[in-house]
C-alpha cells in the first residue's frame, strides 16, 4: 500500500513538472495598429515557449505611464521613438543594456539616427524597428491635365505655390481639387523647418532653439500657403473630411483618386498604392526647399519598448530582438519567405541600401537614396511632447486663434518648461 501511494505521488509530481517545462510564458503586446498580428503569429510560431498576444491600443504615448503607474503595464509596447527618452527619464522603462551585452547584439548594423532615438543617457531603453524619409509624392496625372510638365516637379517653396495654384480648384466655396495643403499626409513643421537650417533645441539640449526668424518664416509661410492658395482652415478641414477613409487614411484616398496633386508623406504610400491603385501615375522627389535652404528629409520610425515593473521580461526581451533582428527586417522588407512587408523601411543599413527589392524597385530605390539627407528628432527628455506641441503651435495658427508670432512664442515656452522641468529633476 505504502508502495503504491508513492508511486502515485511520483506521477502526479512528474505530471506536474512536466506541465510547469511546457507551460509558455505569455506576454501583452501594446501596439496601435493591428496590422502587426502577422508578425505576431510568425513570433509564436518560432517561439514554442512564449505566447505573445495583440492588444490594440490607440495612442499608447498617452496612455503607457498611467498603467506603469497603476502597476498594470503591457509586457511589451511599440512607441514613437521620440518618446523613448521622456518615459525612460521618468523611469518608466526597463534597460536592456545587459541583454544587448549577453547576446551579443551589434548595434552598428541600425541606422546611427534611430540607436540614437532609442537610448537616453547612453542607455538603451528601445529596440528600433522601421524608419521613413519623407518624400514630396505627386501626381503625373493631374500634373499633366493642368498643363504642368510630369518630368519637372517643383523644387522650392516659390515652385510649389505656383505649381500648387494651378492645381487647386474650390468651385462655390468647396475644394474639387487641391494642388498641395502643408499640414495634410505625414508631415510636420520641422520638415519645412530644417530646410532653413533651423534646430529644436541648442547642441547642449538644455534649450528650445526654434523661437527664431527662421522658424517664424517657416510658420508664416504655412499659415499664408493654408489661407491663399488652399483657401483657408474650414475649406482645408472640409476637404479632409469628404476623403476620409479608414483603409489608406484621407491622404492617400485623396491622391490616388486624383483629388490631391502633391504630398509630404512617409514611404507607406509605396506599398499602398502598389496594392490599391497599382496603375496610379506617380513620382516621388526630395522635398522643396526654400530661399537659401538646403535639402533634408526628416527620419523617424518606431521602437519596442519593457515598461517597468513586468513580470515577464525575458520574454519580453526575446520579442524585442526578434523584431528588430536581420531576419525579421529582411521580411519587412518583403524579402523573406513569406514576406511580411509592412510600409517603412527597415533600419538595418545593410538591407536598406543593398537589398535587392529596394534597388529594383524605383520608388523604393529613390526612397533609399533619400536617406543621405535624413535627419532624425534630437534625443531629450521633452522631444514627444515639443513635437506634439508645435502640431498644436501651427492648428493655433492657421485658425487663428493666436497670430504666428504668438503661437511661437507660446509652443517655445510650453516645451522650455518641460524640459525644464526634467532638468531640475535629475539634480
Known sequence: ???????????????????????????????????????????????????????FKPGIENILMTAIAGGEPPDVARISRQWVASFAARGGLECIDD???????????????????????????????????HPL?????MFKENGLNPDKPPKTWKELEEYAKKLTKIEGGKPVTMGFIPTFGNVHFVCYYWQTGGDLFTP????????????????????????????GAKIVDGFKAAMANPTTGADMWAFMNNKLAMMIGVCTPIVTFQQYAPNLDYDIVLPPIPPGGKQVTLMEGFGFVIPK?????????????????PATQVRFSQLGEPPLGGGGMTIVKDVAL???FFKEQPMWAKAVNMVRYGKFFPTTPVTGFAKDTITKMVDKAIAGEMTPKQALEWAANEVQKELDKFYQASK
Open 1 to 55: 500500500m505504502k508502495k503504491l501511494l508513492v508511486f502515485a505521488l511520483s506521477v502526479v509530481f512528474i505530471v506536474s513538472s512536466i506541465g510547469l517545462v511546457s507551460a509558455k510564458t505569455k506576454i501583452n503586446v501594446w501596439i496601435s495598429n493591428t496590422f502587426y498580428q502577422r508578425y505576431i503569429d510568425v513570433f509564436n510560431q518560432l517561439h514554442p515557449d512564449v505566447e505573445a498576444t495583440l492588444v
Open 99 to 133: 541583454y544587448i551585452k549577453r547576446d551579443k547584439i551589434d548595434l552598428s548594423i541600425y541606422f546611427p539616427g534611430a540607436i540614437g532615438e532609442c537610448k537616453y543617457r547612453g542607455k538603451m531603453y528601445a529596440m528600433p524597428f522601421n524608419t521613413d524619409v
Open 137 to 141: 509624392y505627386y501626381n503625373r496625372t
Open 204 to 231: 547642449d539640449r538644455m534649450k528650445v532653439a526654434f523661437n527664431n526668424d527662421k522658424a517664424l518664416m517657416t510658420l508664416q509661410w504655412i499659415v499664408d500657403f493654408v489661407n491663399n492658395i488652399c483657401g
Open 309 to 325: 515593473g513586468v513580470k515577464n521580461k525575458d520574454a519580453a526581451w526575446e520579442f524585442l530582438k526578434w523584431m528588430s533582428s
Open 354 to 356: 543593398n537589398a535587392p
